[in-house]
């Protein structure tokens, strides 16, 4: 039987229709194979502008998070090169202080570490060294483990901890070849992609339109590498990923071992209010991935409109990329075509 997905490439024509973004690629599988690969709209508004293929090539903001600094941080507990239960300042000296002593490992990747969500610190600040001392300096907005806040601030410093030698990319390089992940999934993306990567916000604090270019200024002030945002690549290379995941979860060998992923995958309990898990979010009704994924179901989503949901209980992933920050950041459509996005593939898997 060929699924057509009618309801869900309808919602998606609409989208573009309505401007929630200039373009989309989808990818929807299964731990052995895609079942649904599509490209939608153009990479701009303009009427010459080049159609979005297969290949076009996103800036995938916070999936970064997901795809490199909690599998890297997976593989360091593996390798015992730290341990969820470390703290902070055993890692990181600067990191000193009565309110933070208690604060770990764990509690950064969960994002109930007391850390504010985000500061502008590219406007006086740049480089590893300077972003350290100012993330340490930072008060906490609450005490740790008692609230979550979604924290960039989090997943930087524990980028800086993932890679003291300052080689976060190329440990992330070294981890693809054991997930056997496409190499259209880097920092820094080479100049050969930039006539198939589509376009982010036009930046007035650079200048310029922004090509091949992380749109994230924190991530840019910090050389286009960081643990919370980077990542280019394309709607396959994301399917790559989940697909791995879903192999280990299903119990055949992979990058990490099958309890370590579960780990990582399952809600943190004991912090009030949250839906966190280990870089990852889980399911809720409310949530970007809709109403009809199973409890067991986690994800993440990525400022400038891209996301990835993987439910193992359904043995399904859902990888919907879009540059929704085209050519303005103010456009929050994609709020709603999310989840609407979610519950229409599954309508239509079931039809």
């Given at each position: 039987?060929?699924?057509?997905?009618?309801?869900?490439?309808?919602?998606?024509?609409?989208?573009?229709?309505?401007?929630?973004?200039?373009?989309?690629?989808?990818?929807?599988?299964?731990?052995?194979?895609?079942?649904w690969q599509e490209a939608f709209g153009a990479l701009t508004y303009d009427a010459a502008a080049p159609p979005a293929t297969l290949d076009t090539i996103y800036d995938l903001a916070s999936l970064t998070k997901v795809l490199s600094t909690t599998p890297l941080a997976m593989r360091a507990l593996e390798n015992g090169a730290l341990a969820l239960a470390d703290p902070v300042?055993?890692?990181?000296?600067?990191?000193?202080?009565?309110?933070?002593?208690?604060?770990?490992?764990?509690?950064?990747?969960?994002?109930?570490?007391?850390?504010?969500?985000?500061?502008?610190?590219?406007?006086?600040?740049?480089?590893?060294?300077?972003?350290?001392?100012?993330?340490?300096?930072?008060?906490?907005?609450?005490?740790?483990?008692?609230?979550?806040?979604?924290?960039?601030?989090?997943?930087?410093?524990?980028?800086?901890?993932?890679?003291?030698?300052?080689?976060?990319?190329?440990?992330?390089?070294?981890?693809?070849?054991?997930?056997?992940?496409?190499?259209?999934?880097?920092?820094?993306?080479?100049?050969?992609?930039?006539?198939?990567?589509?376009?982010?916000?036009?930046?007035?604090?650079?200048?310029?339109?922004?090509?091949?270019?992380?749109?994230?200024?924190?991530?840019?002030?910090?050389?286009?590498?960081?643990?919370?945002?980077?990542?280019?690549?394309?709607?396959?290379?994301?399917?790559?990923?989940?697909?791995?995941?879903?192999?280990?979860?299903?119990?055949?060998?992979?990058?990490?071992?099958?309890?370590?992923?579960?780990?990582?995958?399952?809600?943190?309990?004991?912090?009030?209010?949250?839906?966190?898990?280990?870089?990852?979010?889980?399911?809720?009704?409310?949530?970007?991935?809709?109403?009809?994924?199973?409890?067991?179901?986690?994800?993440?989503?990525?400022?400038?409109?891209?996301?990835?949901?993987?439910?193992?209980?359904?043995?399904?992933?859902?990888?919907?990329?879009?540059?929704?920050?085209?050519?303005?950041?103010?456009?929050?459509?994609?709020?709603?075509?999310?989840?609407?996005?979610?519950?229409?593939?599954?309508?239509?898997?079931?039809?």
């Amino acid at each position: 039987m060929t699924l057509s997905f009618t309801n869900a490439r309808e919602l998606l024509h609409r989208a573009i229709v309505e401007r929630a973004f200039p373009s989309a690629v989808v990818e929807v599988g299964t731990e052995t194979r895609p079942l649904w690969q599509e490209a939608f709209g153009a990479l701009t508004y303009d009427a010459a502008a080049p159609p979005a293929t297969l290949d076009t090539i996103y800036d995938l903001a916070s999936l970064t998070k997901v795809l490199s600094t909690t599998p890297l941080a997976m593989r360091a507990l593996e390798n015992g090169a730290l341990a969820l239960a470390d703290p902070v300042a055993s890692h990181v000296t600067r990191w000193a202080g009565a309110d933070r002593a208690t604060v770990t490992i764990h509690d950064l990747l969960a994002h109930c570490s007391g850390l504010p969500g985000h500061r502008h610190f590219y406007r006086d600040r740049s480089g590893r060294d300077a972003f350290e001392e100012a993330i340490c300096r930072e008060p906490l907005e609450y005490a740790p483990r008692t609230r979550s806040i979604y924290s960039d601030l989090g997943f930087m410093l524990l980028g800086f901890i993932l890679a003291p030698d300052d080689a976060l990319a190329a440990r992330f390089d070294a981890l693809k070849q054991q997930t056997r992940s496409a190499q259209d999934l880097q920092f820094h993306p080479p100049a050969i992609w930039r006539h198939r990567t589509a376009p982010a916000h036009r930046d007035p604090w650079r200048g310029r339109l922004l090509i091949g270019e992380v749109d994230d200024e924190n991530a840019w002030a910090l050389g286009g590498v960081a643990g919370h945002a980077g990542l280019f690549g394309t709607a396959a290379a994301v399917g790559d990923q989940a697909r791995h995941l879903l192999q280990v979860l299903a119990g055949r060998t992979g990058a990490y071992r099958r309890e370590t992923t579960e780990r990582f995958v399952a809600r943190v309990p004991d912090v009030p209010g949250s839906s966190r898990a280990l870089g990852w979010d889980t399911m809720l009704p409310t949530s970007s991935c809709g109403t009809r994924l199973s409890p067991r179901a986690f994800g993440h989503t990525g400022f400038t409109g891209t996301s990835l949901w993987i439910d193992p209980e359904r043995q399904l992933y859902f990888v919907l990329l879009t540059n929704r920050v085209y050519p303005g950041r103010d456009n929050d459509a994609i709020a709603r075509v999310r989840p609407a996005f979610h519950d229409a593939v599954i309508d239509d898997l079931q039809m």
